[in-house]
């Protein structure tokens, strides 16, 4: 029971992005394992972007197609991988720990009559056992859990398993396979609501504090935002909330959101408690304050001291110049 | 319409957490637990079914200790008719363990509906509604933040990365809720008052180990002060460059 | 912040605006309310006192076999959540109350065993002979949330309803008599209008009201005004900042300190309690008289924990909790001439039931409520709520213990009016005399009629590590009160500057701030400890749930 099956997702026809972490995740497990990677991802045709999974340690990547598949089908998707499954000896099936993953893995758990580590930041091997750590409380612990059996089922915290390169030979398979989608369909995805992004949901924020001295500065803020193409928002202290000069849907830390993004940028703010407790939990915290002592240096991991308004203009500038 | 809820008594998510001494739990002294607070969409949303049906019955099902029975009367001070509690003293890592159980319970009920909450603001687990619905055969959409049911059938909106998902299924169903789903109402004092008359029937919880061990449990990692890069705007290149290449976050 | 050389000193009172009693005093029957339920007795607070007049009077009707509606109300989410003493515990109420226990199980954390008193100077601390008055062999620390819930779970299992998270807004009556209460309405925005989550006050009404809403409650203040029971003094007021720790070195011994960091012409001092060991309690207590514009209560708490003294304990430590709270510290003679009317009855801190010298007021209160409880009870049975009835409430505290301690100390508070050392000479001198010294009784103004110089602010950089910003300390009184909510204090219209400055310095929870020259009200920060009230802008009854969670204050 040593291999790994990484289940894969697409969306229009394309692999997820989030996928090359579900590979790179499971290629770790499988070398502690013993064992290969298969990577299976389910849809209506051929997809994009399957070829390139060998480089992050696919060995074979199998392409299972129906016509019911285009869109997430909860009930036939549990259906072909736990077959899938039960046809070969994994030690391990791995999910991406999205909207969608979260919500297929539990199901597959069940039907395979297995356990479920859900949003998992590390896996290894210890005596043969899978184990796995998770963040509980809200971030404020982590659990460390063995798995009795196999295979162990396990959806992987996005941002995290970081992709690597690990060669295999990634070799393609395609199969269509019967069965229907399933009681529960899916109709449509529709976007988004138009405007800015959430700040408890993007996965860069970008957030000031009473250093900006004006609501009106906060257009800098904005610009810094916009610069990640669609990826940031803008966040506030609870000063500047109080102050009115940003509604309170932006505020992070105490009554506000608390967040959790890849990359959190606290521009002139200095690290009152609350907002620390509203933002530690993100993966890189940048601060950029003009008093070396003030308290966010503490907790940030890189920083910049001198005046915001210098600072952010070149670091407008030079995210441009990254994306451009 | 007959609505089954499913709810858990969790800590208080401003609680600073204390690991106890076996290492592998919470330290409870002076915890404050409440309703676990994605759980209150499925209440209340149970309520509006239920009212605008006009007619039915919501029960509420925990499975937790003995003070959960407190935990239930909240939700029937909100207006849910009756209660029942699943008693143990130690949930197990294992959430298929806990669907099992909630399974055996709910399976001879006749329920139209079954909804829990998205997940336990605790585990973090965002597993029992759907294995729950998988173990009992039943269709199931999790996360749901905008709901339309109309006779056996029902549309419901959940969010992905990018997008919202537009679900239909048929009834009977498990739903599990997310926040926005709708605005819980807060009991009433009357609420309060008649909720001590409800019935709530306490039974014991049949439950297995499960195939989880927990290893232990550790606090987070502390994080290093931060490296300050530079001074003033010469410094932000080599900030990017440590974000790029680094911290590998751009 | 500029500060105007030679500004002429002022009187606060002046900028003090009239309790609403418009707001606070409604007649049964007004419009404006959602539910409407009736009791056998309603109570106002589920603190010590209000919770102890619920258990003995349901006990006193269990042994009749009767049943009494009890409903006690408390505005915080959960018991206890705005409940904070230091607190050191006379037992002899928790025994009245519980005869068939033993003192191990009531929700006390250790009998004291050692106790010290300190003279402070700035680098020194200088032991003195503990105080007659302040000997607390006997006495047990605790921890004031952990009674109240304690308590709340006795008297829930003896059927009292206890609502939490329902303030009371209003008194609800009819002619002189008291008929019940008016609570908030929940889900209102900053401009009042309501939101989705809106629910409209609802009307309590019962046979007795027991007020027992702790210091400077609202509706008793209300009531007192508007029956015009005065008392000889008007009533005094300390604040008291707090703080609990996880220490690394273990504290085995009670101490009260006097002297640094307070300047000469304030009163009060500092206390450090072991709830266990390594779980200490400590706090700074300033009586609101100082007539020096600039001080800042919190700040020199804050300072106070830099002191060798405080340092050794707390070094190496965490600070897991944070609050604040006043205190009546007027005693005898500020004790309204009656505490009870038709329809009412006022119990505990509201009454101004607390020893200065001892710093004592659990037990009282307790006692009170279980007074108010004997004295009200017959009146139900026999339908009989009148003032003439309740007025046995009133008799059994004049004869009890309480106002025999009270008495004894009558005049301790006051004469540290006129300095401290002063002060001092005349407190050894009445504690010897047991109180006669030196007779009649000293004339005394409000704390709001004290005039205060603008002065220089307590100079304070927090370090994040002893010491604390505002903010960061309101953050760990729990309070995570929503920003869009209603405005609950009043101000008066206009509020010059040096005045919004000595608001700003007061108030403990950085609630005002002076911006431009105006006052700026940050009012989610507020905890509760009511010194506003007694000095500037006006509290009110607010949102059920907001405000400060206590956990073990």
């Known amino acids: 029971m040593s291999d790994v099956l990484a289940v894969l997702e697409q969306r229009h026809g394309a692999v997820r992005k989030v996928s090359h972490e579900v590979v790179t995740g499971a290629r770790r497990l499988a070398d502690a394992l013993g064992g290969d990677v298969e990577a299976l991802v389910l849809a209506a045709g051929a997809v994009q972007g399957v070829e390139r999974l060998g480089a992050f340690g696919a060995d074979t990547v ?32 791995v999910f991406a720990a999205s909207a969608t993953g979260k919500d297929l893995a539990p199901r597959v758990a069940a039907r395979l009559g297995r356990p479920l580590a859900q949003d998992v930041m590390d896996v290894g091997v210890e005596a043969g056992a899978v184990v796995v750590v998770r963040p509980v409380f809200a971030g404020k612990a982590l659990l460390k859990l063995r798995v009795g059996g196999s295979p162990a089922v396990i959806s992987l915290r996005p941002n995290v398993f970081t992709p690597v390169e690990r060669p295999r030979a990634g070799i393609q398979e395609s199969a269509a396979v019967a069965g229907s989608a399933g009681r529960v369909v899916t109709k449509e995805i529709k976007a988004a609501e138009a405007g800015t992004l959430d700040v408890g949901e993007a996965p860069i924020v970008v957030s000031g504090g009473r250093g900006l001295k004006e609501p009106a500065n906060f257009k800098v803020l904005e610009a810094l935002a916009a610069a990640f193409g669609g990826q940031a928002a803008v966040g506030a202290s609870r000063a500047v909330v109080d102050a009115g000069w940003r509604p309170h849907a932006d505020q992070v830390g105490q009554t506000g959101k608390t967040v959790s993004p890849t990359l959190y940028v606290a521009v002139g703010i200095s690290g009152a408690i609350q907002h620390l407790a509203g933002m530690r939990t993100s993966k890189v915290i940048v601060a950029i304050n003009k008093d070396k002592d003030a308290p966010i240096f503490k907790v940030a991991d890189y920083g910049i001291v001198g005046d915001l308004f210098e600072v952010v203009p070149r670091l407008i500038d030079e995210i441009k110049k990254l994306h451009g | 319409m007959k609505i089954a809820v499913c709810i858990k008594r969790v800590p208080d998510s401003e609680t600073r957490v204390k690991i106890a001494s076996d290492g592998k739990s919470l330290d409870e002294a002076g915890v404050k637990f ?39 009367r909240t939700t029937l001070a909100m207006g849910v008719d009756r209660g029942i509690l699943l008693q143990t003293d130690r949930l197990p890592a ?37 294995m729950v619905a998988e173990l009992l055969g039943l269709p199931c959409v999790t996360s749901v933040a905008h709901l339309e049911i109309a006779g056996a059938r029902g549309v419901a909106e959940r969010e992905i990365e990018g997008g919202v998902e537009v679900v239909e299924f048929p009834l009977p169903a498990v739903l599990s809720t997310d926040k926005g789903l709708n605005e819980p109402r807060y009991p009433a004092l009357k609420g309060i008052m008649a909720a001590k008359k409800k019935p709530l029937e306490v039974k014991a919880a049949a439950l297995g180990g499960g195939a989880l061990e927990i290893v232990a449990l550790l606090p987070p990692p502390e994080r290093q002060p931060a490296k300050i890069v530079g001074e003033g705007a010469a410094a932000v290149p080599e900030l990017v460059r440590l974000l790029r290449e680094e911290a590998k976050v751009l | 912040m500029t500060r105007q050389a030679g500004t002429a000193p002022f009187v606060p009172a002046r900028y003090q605006p009239a309790l609403p009693l418009d707001r606070l005093i409604l007649t049964d029957g007004a419009p404006g309310a959602g539910d409407r339920t009736e009791l056998d007795v309603l109570i106002v607070g589920a603190g010590p006192a209000g919770l102890a007049a619920a258990i003995e009077l349901a006990r006193l009707a269990r042994q009749d076999g009767a049943q009494l509606a009890i409903g006690v109300l408390e505005k915080a989410e959960a018991l206890g959540e705005h409940s904070l003493s230091g607190a050191v515990v006379n037992p002899r109420s928790f025994r009245e109350l519980f005869p068939e226990r033993p003192d191990s199980a009531f929700p006390f954390r250790q009998a004291v065993t050692r106790e010290r008193v300190c003279l402070l100077t700035s680098g020194h601390s200088i032991p003195l002979p503990t105080p007659p008055t302040m000997r607390n062999g006997g006495n047990y620390v605790a921890s004031l949330c952990e009674i109240v819930r304690w308590l709340g779970n006795e008297a829930g299992e003896l059927g ?23 609570t908030a309405a929940t889900g209102l925005d900053r401009e009042g209008r309501p939101l989705a989550s809106y629910a409209p006050p609802n009307d309590l009404v019962a046979k007795v009201t027991v007020l027992a809403e702790g210091t400077r409650g609202a509706l008793a203040q209300a009531y ?30 009670i101490v009260h300190t006097l002297g640094w960091p307070l300047p000469r012409d304030a009163f009060g001092g500092s206390f450090m309690y072991p709830l266990t060991a390594n779980l200490v309690a400590l706090g700074l207590v300033v009586g609101l008289d100082y007539p020096d514009a600039g001080l800042d209560p919190h700040a020199l708490f804050q300072q106070m924990k830099l002191h060798p003294l405080f340092r050794h304990y707390l070094e190496g430590g965490e600070m897991v909790e944070w609050g604040a709270k006043t205190i009546p510290e007027g005693g005898y003679y500020a004790v309204p001439a009656r ?46 709520a009148s003032a003439a009835a309740l007025a046995q409430y009133d008799r059994l505290v004049n004869a009890s213990f309480i106002m025999q301690d009270l008495y004894r100390t009558r005049n301790m508070r006051l004469a540290f009016r006129h300095g401290f050392y002063g002060g001092g000479v005349r407190a050894a001198l009445m504690t010897l005399t047991g109180g006669r010294f030196p007779g009649g009784k000293s004339a005394v103004e409000s704390d709001a009629a004290v005039a205060r110089r603008p002065g220089a602010p307590t100079p304070f950089v927090p370090d994040g590590k002893l010491t604390f910003s505002k903010l960061d300390a309101v953050f760990r009184s729990g309070n995570a009160t929503r920003d869009t909510i209603p405005l609950h204090l009043v101000p008066a219209s206009e509020v010059p500057a040096p ?7 007061m108030c403990p929870a950085g609630v005002y701030e002076v911006v431009h020259g105006t006052l700026r009200v940050n009012a989610p920060n507020c905890v509760d400890c009511k010194a506003t009230d007694v000095l500037g802008p006006r509290w009110t009854p607010r949102e059920g749930g907001t405000g400060p969670k206590y956990k073990r204050m």
């Open chain 1, 62 to 93: 199998r392409t299972l197609t129906n016509a019911g598949f285009a869109l997430y089908a909860p009930e036939g998707y549990t259906q072909v991988i736990a077959e899938r499954v039960q046809a070969g000896r994994y030690g391990a099936v």
């Open chain 2, 34 to 72: 409440i309703l676990n607070p994605y759980d209150e969409f499925a209440v209340e949303e149970a309520l509006r079914l239920k009212e605008r049906a006009g007619a039915g019955e919501v029960v509420a099902v925990a499975l937790g200790p003995s003070a959960a029975q407190e935990t239930i």
């Open chain 2, 94 to 130: 294992d959430g298929l363990e806990a669907a099992k159980a909630l399974a055996a319970e709910l399976a001879p009920g006749g329920y139209d509906l079954l909804l829990f909450g998205k997940m336990a603001i605790d585990d973090y687990n965002q597993q029992v509604g759907p």
């Open chain 3, 160 to 182: 009292v309803n206890v609502f939490t998270g329902f303030p009371a807004a209003s008194l609800l009556t009819t002619g002189a008599r008291v008929a019940g209460v008016r």
């Open chain 3, 224 to 253: 007192l005004e508007w029956q015009r029971i005065a008392a000889d003094s008007p009533q005094l007021f300390a604040l008291g900042v707090k703080e609990i720790w996880e220490t690394r070195r273990p504290l085995d011994a």
């Open chain 3, 339 to 384: 505490r009870s009317g038709a329809g009412v009855a006022i119990v505990g801190d509201a009454a101004g039931f607390v020893d200065v010298p001892s710093l004592k007021g659990i037990h009282y209160a307790l006692q009170s409520g279980m007074l108010a409880a004997r004295a009200i009870y017959p009146g139900l049975k026999s339908g009989d």
């Open chain 3, 499 to 505: 005045v919004a400055e000595f608001y700003s310095r």
